[in-house]
């Protein structure tokens, strides 16, 4: 066991560490391609829709943004199991999963960008406009530190060094 083992406060090979850290990466792809699939197969409806013809050329320019963002964010969080499927077997599970966590990060920012575009559509068609751009701020302020605020403050408040 080295020194930088002993100080992480886990015995484990660089193996068990891999193994260990996909299993984590694998709960939380699921949970965000649950979300992401559900909201990328709403988005696909809508364009059958009787009221889409009635849309502005906005209102579909951001349809259409906001269809390619979650099929480009479902792409990103499907992909580490693609990844995995591939690799398995091949001794390569640490860069898999390092691979992995950047294509999880990439998914949870395109999910993060589907979500508001989402959000500013759907609050265009709903109300008058007025309110649109504050309210949608204020949720991707939200989501904001939700996601990335509040993990990175833990992460740097909490972090053995």
Do not use: N
Not at 27 to 34: D, N
Not at 63 to 83: E, Q, R
Not at 94 to 104: C, G, M, N, Q
Not at 143 to 159: I, K
């Amino acid at each position: 066991m080295t020194d930088e083992e002993t100080r992480r406060g886990r015995h484990e090979t660089e193996d068990e560490r891999a193994d260990r850290m996909w299993t984590d990466l694998i709960q939380e792809v699921r949970v965000a391609q649950t979300g992401v699939q559900i909201l990328f197969g709403f988005l696909l409806t809508v364009v059958f829709q009787q009221k889409y013809a009635q849309l502005s050329h906005v209102d579909k320019t951001i349809y259409i943004v906001t269809v390619v963002l979650g099929a480009s964010a479902t792409g990103a969080l499907i992909g580490p199991v693609s990844l995995h499927r591939l690799v398995s077997g091949r001794r390569v599970k640490p860069e898999a999963v390092r691979l992995a966590s950047r294509l999880t990060s990439i998914g949870l920012f395109l999910l993060l960008a589907t979500m508001t575009a989402s959000l500013v559509l759907i609050l265009r068609v709903a109300t008058s406009g007025g309110q649109v751009t504050w309210i949608v701020v204020a949720v991707l302020i939200w989501y904001l530190l939700c996601w990335y605020v509040v993990p990175l403050w833990a992460r740097r408040r909490h972090s053995v060094r």
